[in-house]
């Protein structure tokens, strides 16, 4: 079993739809969390960064994270064309030496205009 | 400021051969890492790179796989001996210290025939 499992999709929405993005892992030592985007033929990019569990909020982005059922969340509001991508969730129980994350599989979101 | 670059941007090879990949990190920034992302998987850490210490190389599949960084700058992934399961997008990343954010090059996209 993987230590982090994200759905690889694609999920395809129409614009201006909620769109929810999901990730569970099994290492309880997880502390750092975040989600990258990431273009066709480009490297990723960071979109949201969250110490341990709560909400943060940026923009139309809002990205949750349960640490007691190990499960973490991208919700992406009012979803445009240019949000179609793939979205990687990371992790990592420390950012201090050696701050080497560990990634999901990816998730291909396909948003219609 | 010019961000990570990599080279090639695509890599055609035959099983056998040697192949070495170029990271150019942002510069300044003292930390770089390798990953590497085939195709349905995420992004999987090979080795780590901080100033003048001795790299991480805990992520390395085999000892084909090498890594070396000079002058703490440009960074050349080699790998020897190549074959077809090592297909696959390699991925460069630096950041100004092990706590902060990696930025992630364009990668390599390697094909191995």
């Known amino acids: 079993q993987k230590e982090v499992e994200q759905d690889p999709g694609p999920l395809s929405v129409p614009e201006g739809a909620i769109v929810s993005l999901n990730c569970t892992y099994s290492n309880s030592a997880f502390q750092y969390f975040m989600w990258y985007r990431q273009y066709s033929r480009k490297g990723p990019e960071l979109l949201m960064y969250t110490y341990s569990s709560g909400n943060k909020e940026d923009g139309r982005f809002t990205a949750q994270v349960d640490k007691s059922s190990k499960y973490i969340s991208l919700f992406i509001r009012d979803s445009q064309p240019s949000d179609s991508a793939t979205y990687l969730c990371?992790?990592?129980?420390?950012?201090?030496?050696?701050?080497?994350?560990?990634f999901g599989a990816g998730t291909i979101l396909r948003v219609k205009s | 400021g010019a961000g990570v670059s990599q080279s090639p941007s695509n890599k055609v090879t035959e099983k056998g051969k040697d192949v070495e990949l170029r990271c150019d990190p942002i510069s300044g920034h003292t930390a770089l890492y390798w990953y590497r992302q085939s195709l349905g998987q995420g992004l999987e850490f090979l080795i780590y790179?901080?100033?003048?210490?001795?790299?991480?190389k805990s992520g390395l599949p085999s000892d084909r796989f090498s890594a070396e960084r000079t002058g703490g700058s440009v960074s050349t992934l080699t790998i020897q001996r190549t074959q077809q399961e090592d297909s696959a997008v390699y991925l460069c990343a630096s950041s100004a210290s092990p706590n902060h954010e990696q930025f992630f090059g364009p990668g390599t996209r390697l094909t191995v025939l």
């Open positions: 990371a992790m990592s129980d420390t950012m201090e030496y050696g701050n080497k994350l560990v």
């Open positions: 790179f901080q100033g003048n210490s001795a790299p991480d």
